[in-house]
């Protein structure tokens, strides 16, 4: 995924006293949002002091982190802008408010190196660099301070413009047209995975293999108990009645150890009985789709499996693989697709009874898939574990990833070629490098444009739509509910 920021960090150390604010001096200026005030160019120096290679350094920049040191882990920022405008005046704030401003000196300028030292002017912070001198270092929108010794820290820069676009600008962290539903479990009870039939009937398997059933939308549960001796990782329903949940145990440790193999688990009572179907004595199972009542697909590490029979009995079937099926998607009673590590990627026309093989041969990149969608014959939507969004329009032959979609997918489901909904990590800015990351993002031009709310922090697993744009995800202990009313502007 191209990102808007890169960073290459150094080793620096910038330690901050305790700082108690004073009055700020009198401004000439003051900018709506109070980032900035005004001070004379020439206050320290009456004509330009950089070569023209390093006029860049000024800008706004954001602190985006702090590195280093001898464990490499950094620490907390004390602050989060830095100002360099002028003749070599800088600013430091933090929330919009000016910690201190003062001059820069040259202390060495060539081709090759650019080393300042930082002068505080303000007498209304007591805020001081320990390290006054500085290695500056530039790359696309990125600036690193560096200190000379090795054991120090690095501060990592990005220019606050990169977040005023059209591509990042969100007004608010919280948009007018999601509403958050927080769903509770029973205690004691931790979320494996999640299925609603209808936004009233509900499933909830937890990790100790218990399925909790809600007809009621999460206002009241029933657990129900599988008996299952083995790790159950999945549920998949295909009409109101008639479920499964699928596990396994694909490896073991200890001598003598023998991995106990697929479970696939049936209930045709909506959920109130579950009864252990005959599987193959190997693999783990973590993705199940079926094309009709009678034909379905498993699949997951070290087994792809297959019924004839709606799930009584299952059979393995093999493909050419170098890396674990992490999901199984059909379109239709003929096209499906399966997805996974080591940009494996399958495709089905004739209901599963072939698979062509579309991963991509000699790539350049290795995406490990996680996530897939079709909405069309053509277009469709794979998620990955660490880069981007990709999209297809030819079928799936050839995917083109988004430049500015969010990253690590966890969940995605798009109702359109336009609208769609993703979990993943992406950052938004007001415009005035005031920046915060979500979780949840939503799109109404197919990925192009994308627009995220906070309301939820952390992590948000899996998703699942049983109604036009009402959404259903999951955390450790809370199931969330989504409903986005796109008649409104975000």
């Not at 650019?114 to 007498?123: A, D, K």
């Not at 940009?343 to 995406?367: H, M, S």
């Not at 079928?395 to 359109?416: H, K, N, R």
């Amino acid at each position: 995924m191209k990102t808007p920021v890169r960073f290459v960090c150094l080793f620096i150390i910038l330690l901050a006293t305790a700082c108690e604010k004073d009055k700020i001096p009198d401004s000439q200026d003051r900018q709506e949002q109070g980032f900035d005030i005004v001070l004379d160019k020439d206050l320290y120096y009456s004509q330009e002091i950089f070569q023209d290679a390093y006029l860049g350094i000024y800008d706004k920049w954001r602190l985006d982190r702090i590195i280093g040191g001898y464990w490499g882990t950094g620490y907390e920022a004390d602050f989060d802008q830095l100002v360099i405008e002028g003749f070599g005046i800088f600013k430091i704030y933090r929330n919009d408010s000016l910690l201190i401003y003062g001059k820069i000196e040259i202390k060495e300028q060539n081709d090759s190196i650019l080393r300042i030292s930082f002068i505080q002017g303000s007498s209304f912070c007591n805020m001081k660099f320990f390290d006054m001198d500085k290695y500056v270092r530039f790359m696309d929108s990125s600036m690193i301070l560096s200190a000379p010794c090795c054991d120090r820290y690095s501060y990592c820069f990005t220019k606050c413009a990169v977040y005023s676009g059209s591509t990042y600008y969100q007004a608010s962290p919280k948009l007018d047209n999601v509403r958050i539903t927080r769903i509770s479990i029973p205690a004691g009870k931790y979320l494996q995975s999640v299925f609603f039939t209808s936004t009233q009937n509900g499933y909830a398997l937890c990790t100790d293999n218990t399925i909790l059933v809600t007809r009621n939308g999460g206002f009241s549960w029933k657990e129900c108990n599988t008996d299952a001796d083995i790790q159950l990782y999945s549920l998949y329903f295909y009409d109101a009645n008639t479920g499964f949940a699928v596990g396994g145990e694909s490896d073991c440790s200890g001598t003598g150890c023998v991995p106990r193999g697929s479970i696939v688990l049936k209930t045709t009572n909506r959920g109130e009985t579950w009864e252990k179907q005959t599987t193959p004595a190997k693999g783990k199972l973590v993705s199940i789709a079926f094309v009709d009542n009678l034909t379905g697909f498993a699949v997951g590490e070290g087994l792809l499996a297959k019924t004839n029979d709606g799930g009584t009995t299952w059979e393995e079937f093999t493909l050419e693989l170098t890396g674990t099926i992490e999901k199984i998607f059909f379109l239709n009673h003929e096209t499906g697709y399966m997805c996974g590590l080591f940009n494996n990627l399958f495709k089905t026309t004739d209901g599963g009874n072939t698979w062509n093989n579309l991963t991509p041969q000699n790539a350049k990149i290795i995406r490990h898939f996680n996530r897939i969608q079709f909405i069309s014959e053509n277009t469709g939507f794979l998620g990955t574990y660490s880069s981007g969004l990709l999209k297809t329009t030819d079928g799936g032959l050839s995917f083109t990833e988004f430049d500015y979609s969010p990253v690590g997918i966890t969940g995605l489901f798009f109702t359109s070629e336009k609208d769609g909904i993703v979990f993943g990590k992406r950052n938004y800015s007001n415009g005035n490098c005031r920046v915060w990351e979500s979780t949840l993002h939503i799109t109404n031009d197919g990925g192009i444009d994308w627009q995220g709310d906070n309301k939820v922090s952390g992590s948000i697993n899996e998703l699942g739509s049983p109604e036009k744009n009402i959404y259903f995800g999951m955390q450790d202990r809370e199931i969330i509910k989504i409903e986005v009313n796109r008649n409104l502007s975000y």
